[in-house]
């Protein structure tokens, strides 16, 4: 198989999908991370959108930088934000992007009470802004279902450093298969 122009990660808030991109991104590739993206385009912080547009206003920004994204014509790592599979028009758009075999999308996976852990105390995420543990727990739940459905795999975070996610991606990219599993089950 030929490699993909572009690895997207997607996953939870804390999944570590900004540390891996920036450590793939060290190999070849431009990072391009949806949140930063949106940041730099309005002049404003992602809080800052949330407090006085509002989140519809955010998700519309990020459904077009996504878009953008996608376009790029060159090797890229994409940094999709947690939200980024809820959302039909994305999906369709990372569905056609890893149908026309330029997108390869890794689901980074994380046991729920690790994101806790790890972004329960965050103060930069408004949807964490109360009840944070809570919150993740829900949201980890509720969104595996499209996280699923625009993978290509899913790569287990739980205990691994970036470095090691990273690899495993790379692997997987690579078609390599070890230690993977197929979004819809074990690797055959
Ligand atoms: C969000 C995730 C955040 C950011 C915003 C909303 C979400 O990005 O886009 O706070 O809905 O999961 P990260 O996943 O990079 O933290």
Known sequence: MTTPRLIVLVGMMGSGKSSVARRLAREGRVLLDTD???EERTGRTVREIFATDGEPVFRELETSVLEECLGHAGPAVIAA?????????????LHRARAAGSAFVVWLRTDPQEL????????????LDAD?????????????VNYRAVADVVVDTDGMSV??????????????????????GPAT
């Open 81 to 93: 934000a947690g939200g980024v599979a809820e959302s039909e028009r994305n999906r369709t758009a």
């Open 163 to 184: 470095q090691d996610v990273a690899a495993a991606v790379n692997a997987a990219v690579a078609g390599a298969g070890a230690g993977m599993m197929d979004a819809d």
């Open 36 to 38: 930063t993206l949106v």
């Open 132 to 144: 944070a543990g809570g919150r993740l727990l829900e949201l980890a739940a509720s969104r595996a």
């Open 116 to 127: 806790v852990r790890r972004v329960g105390h965050s103060t930069n995420r408004p949807l």
